[in-house]
């Protein structure tokens, strides 16, 4: 793969697009830069007409709902108490929707709020959920707008920044590539603010946990963030499989300059995101039970198909929803593991039917498959 951004951008798919709240918000007024997010709209939309599809994840729901609360542009978000941080996100939320709901409203995009806690993408049951949300909205050409949920998160649990989550929604979703929208143009040998001598890095192909020693902290005013964090945002993504770029979001179109190859920071990652995502889920996770399936079954997983309740015979164990359960041929021989949708109770009542009758049975349907193939490895 080319390392030149605009080659990057073109090979990538799926796409995480982060913002952060001093791009957003103007510190001035504490309302959203409407003119600026319209112009990232118009990238976006230029990105979505080449058949991509593309998630945002955007900080400012506290920078947006301070002025309500009388909450001075001074003071540092740390500084603030929480529960006045909880309150100004509740109403800040409902600015980030109108925001971005008429910035692509021009081009005939609808988008949709998403409030993520760190739970919903570090443990599988509400990782498989939101990713089952996300893909669904994917899937039907809408625009996924992501933020953490300040509103119940605490300071003890959250992620404290949205670069991290951005991260790992992008792990999630099995993005291709993560753009984080930045003050700064990338990756310096030191704060390039303090030092004459900081050299531009264009290419980060070996993530090295020294790259923190160049990061300097977040600055004064709305951000929360700062380099340190994007660059452990990406040994997230590149673990994931996600190439990563750090770019200036000063400029208008920042995503249209960046394909025109202004300067920014691309990490590159060895892996493809599938491949990393069923690495992991090969190597750690634990099996909690097991299905037994029959040779048509046997058959269409070792082409490459997913695991239909149809094809289930038995089901052994007391497992939950999003745990790791062993798949085995009617030998007894491990064929693969996977991450399951239904509980072991769910799929006993559906095993044996058709996809299509999921929802009789259960009244409800998660899917059609009882193990996607995205979240299934096969054994040697």
Same mark, same amino acid.
């Given at each position: %793969?080319?390392?030149?951004?605009?080659?990057?951008?073109?090979? $990538?798919?799926?796409?995480?697009?982060?913002?952060?709240?001093? =791009?957003?918000?103007?510190?001035?007024?504490? +309302?959203?830069?409407?003119?600026?997010?319209?112009?990232?709209?118009?990238?976006?939309?230029?990105?979505?007409?080449?058949?991509?599809?593309?998630?945002?994840?955007?900080?400012?729901?506290?920078?947006?709902?301070?002025?309500?609360?009388?909450? @001075?542009?001074?003071?540092?978000? #740390?500084?603030?108490?929480?529960?006045?941080?909880?309150?100004?996100?509740?109403?800040?939320?409902?600015?980030?929707?109108?925001?971005?709901?008429? $910035?692509?409203?021009?081009?005939?995009?609808?988008?949709?709020?998403?409030?993520?806690?760190?739970?919903?993408?570090?443990?599988?049951?509400? +990782?498989?959920? &939101?990713? &089952?949300?996300?893909?669904?909205?994917?899937?039907?050409?809408?625009?996924?707008?992501?933020?953490?949920?300040?509103?119940?998160?605490?300071?003890?649990?959250?992620?404290?920044?949205?670069?991290?989550?951005?991260?790992?929604?992008?792990?999630?979703? !099995? &993005? @291709?590539?993560?753009?984080?929208?930045?003050?700064?143009?990338?990756?310096?040998?030191? @704060?390039?603010?303090?030092?004459?001598?900081?050299?531009?890095?264009?290419?980060?192909?070996?993530?090295?946990?020294?790259?923190?020693?160049?990061?300097?902290?977040?600055?004064?005013?709305?951000?929360?963030?700062?380099?340190?964090?994007? =660059?452990?945002?990406?040994?997230?993504?590149?673990?994931?499989?996600?190439? %990563?770029?750090?770019?200036?979001?000063?400029? @208008?179109?920042?995503?249209?300059? =960046?394909?025109?190859?202004?300067?920014?920071?691309?990490?590159?990652?060895?892996?493809?995101?599938?491949?990393?995502?069923?690495?992991?889920?090969? #190597? +750690?996770? +634990? &099996?909690?039970?097991?299905?037994?399936?029959?040779? !048509?079954?046997?058959?269409?997983?070792?082409?490459?198909?997913?695991?239909?309740?149809?094809?289930?015979?038995?089901?052994? !164990?007391?497992?939950?929803?999003?745990?790791?359960?062993?798949?085995?041929?009617?030998?007894?021989?491990?064929?693969?593991?996977?991450?399951?949708?239904?509980?072991?109770?769910? !799929?006993?009542?559906?095993?044996?039917?058709?996809?299509?009758?999921?929802?009789?049975?259960?009244?409800?349907?998660?899917?059609?498959?009882?193990?996607?193939?995205?979240?299934?490895?096969?054994?040697?």
């Amino acid at each position: %793969m080319s390392n030149n951004h605009s080659d990057v951008i073109h090979a $990538a798919q799926r796409i995480v697009v982060k913002i952060g709240s001093v =791009l957003l918000v103007d510190e001035k007024n504490g +309302h959203a830069r409407q003119d600026w997010l319209n112009s990232v709209a118009s990238d976006i939309a230029a990105l979505k007409s080449q058949g991509k599809e593309v998630v945002v994840v955007s900080s400012g729901a506290i920078a947006l709902g301070r002025q309500a609360l009388g909450i @001075d542009y001074t003071n540092r978000p #740390s500084s603030i108490p929480l529960e006045q941080k909880q309150a100004a996100a509740a109403l800040g939320n409902v600015e980030i929707s109108k925001a971005y709901a008429q $910035a692509f409203a021009p081009f005939d995009q609808q988008t949709a709020l998403i409030l993520l806690s760190p739970r919903d993408t570090e443990e599988r049951k509400p +990782h498989l959920n &939101a990713r &089952a949300t996300l893909l669904t909205l994917l899937k039907h050409n809408k625009i996924p707008v992501i933020n953490e949920n300040d509103t119940v998160s605490t300071a003890e649990i959250r992620f404290g920044d949205n670069d991290r989550l951005a991260a790992r929604v992008a792990q999630m979703i !099995g &993005a @291709d590539l993560l753009i984080q929208l930045s003050t700064t143009d990338g990756l310096y040998t030191g @704060d390039p603010t303090q030092d004459d001598t900081a050299e531009h890095i264009p290419l980060v192909e070996n993530y090295s946990d020294d790259l923190l020693d160049m990061a300097g902290e977040a600055p004064a005013g709305l951000s929360t963030g700062g380099m340190k964090s994007k =660059l452990e945002a990406a040994r997230i993504a590149t673990k994931a499989g996600v190439n %990563m770029i750090i770019a200036s979001g000063k400029l @208008d179109n920042p995503i249209a300059a =960046l394909q025109r190859d202004v300067k920014g920071t691309l990490f590159k990652s060895s892996l493809k995101p599938l491949k990393a995502r069923k690495k992991w889920i090969s #190597s +750690h996770v +634990h &099996a909690e039970g097991s299905l037994i399936i029959d040779d !048509g079954a046997v058959k269409a997983l070792q082409g490459g198909k997913s695991l239909l309740p149809a094809g289930v015979a038995k089901i052994d !164990g007391d497992f939950a929803m999003g745990d790791a359960v062993q798949i085995l041929d009617k030998h007894g021989h491990m064929i693969a593991i996977g991450l399951i949708n239904y509980s072991a109770n769910e !799929g006993r009542l559906i095993l044996g039917c058709k996809s299509t009758d999921i929802a009789d049975v259960l009244g409800y349907s998660r899917g059609d498959t009882l193990i996607h193939r995205d979240d299934l490895v096969l054994q040697a």
